[in-house]
């Protein structure tokens, strides 16, 4: 199942993508904070080594990049607008696209020494392409114009590799569940499922009232590693990794692969050849999904949005609760869902966390609101509510996950070596169920190896 990556057609859309923010822009398709006191803040942070002041008079020219749907490139233009509004000399250029491909074409960028000054990063980028602090500034050293105190001290943490605060954390996220009330009002059914009996039960009656196309969930290659990370989690009780060390055997593997087979066979999602087939590889752009033939979905907090605009009739479109599959623990985890970082590139370091400041704990908090999740910063939150920016659907789904996950995140669980949509690891297994051309027990073997072989690599 697995195919090469062409990094050449990366770099080519990493250059494609290229748009000011004052301009026009092509269509792209379409994570509540943890409160921290600033003395908290400040036990992970350090004075900066220097006095700086930002620039007003010479003319300066700034990148910025970002993934996301149109929504998100609508607030981030409008915020960075208003940045040149407050510093006239300063001009932000931005690029941005959807997130398939994305990250091929940013760390091909990295590599190339061509990335955005201030990027939107996914958190294990800060330890895949910046394990020795080689390609992200240290904002430690810039907290005299980036407000770090703002930030919780544990989300800092998360952020620092290489004893390098690489990054700030934008949101903190985990995933949840969202259903289309619309279809199984259709179904005759006036409640979402909460337990994997009820999540069973609508799979059958879908199926009898609205026929064989109607599935009360779809899910793609990762969102069924993450459910399968949730299940086990919380069946067993152990987090999915320790200290570089992966807690689950083959047996229990297979054994979570053979429940996410049991989801298909049940009628609860379609297998993957299915959703290929039918053009739903990207749920939000297949009919199936726009049509409500396929009413559910096990998404990020953040990242909603998308998924109801996408509805023709988006009425119903609800966030539902957090399912638990097992005795021992509620299982899943949340993430610090992106931060921004500083490239070692930048030739203007001292203004890009001008920007970064303004964006995430000043005025363009009010403008961004909730499109790249809850803000973690203390400030940036208040002046987002302040605005009315805060969008109740994600504030509802980030305070549900915040308040069941109780596992932490390994940072190389989203490697590209995994997760990627082409070549990753988690495409190879659960591609392969679907095809038949693994049976879970070869499956769990490969996802095994894997996975222990990432993190040996990343030891």
Known sequence: MK???????ASVMAAGLLAGCGGSAANSTAAS??????????????AATEAHTVNTTDPITLTISW??????????????????EKYP?????????PWNGWEEAQSTALAAGTAADVMQVNWNWLFQYSGKGQSFVNLNDYSDVLDLTQFPSSALDACTVANSLQAVPVAMAGRIYYWNMATFKKAGLDHYPTTEQELLDAAKTFQEKLGDDYYPLAAGPLDRMIMMTFYLESKYGEPWVTDSTLNYTVEQLQEGLEWIQSLEDNHVMPDLKTMNAAGDKTITDGQAWITGKYAGIFEWDSAPSKYQSALADNSGFTVGEEIKFGDKANGGFSKVSMGMAITKSCQHPVEAAALIDFLWNGEGAAIIGSECGIPASTAGLASAQAADAVKPLVLEANTKVLAFVDMPLDP???SSKLKDTTDGIYTDVFDGLSYDEYDPQEAAEILLDGVSGVLSANA
């Open 3 to 9: 195919k090469a990556i062409a990094l050449a057609m």
């Open 33 to 46: 904070s943890e409160a921290a006191s600033s003395e908290a803040a400040s036990t992970s942070t350090e």
């Open 67 to 84: 993934w996301g749907g149109d929504a998100r490139q609508a607030a981030y233009e409008a915020a960075c607008k208003a940045f040149t």
């Open 89 to 97: 000399n300063i001009t932000v250029e931005c690029t941005y696209g």
């Open 412 to 414: 190389y669980y989203e």
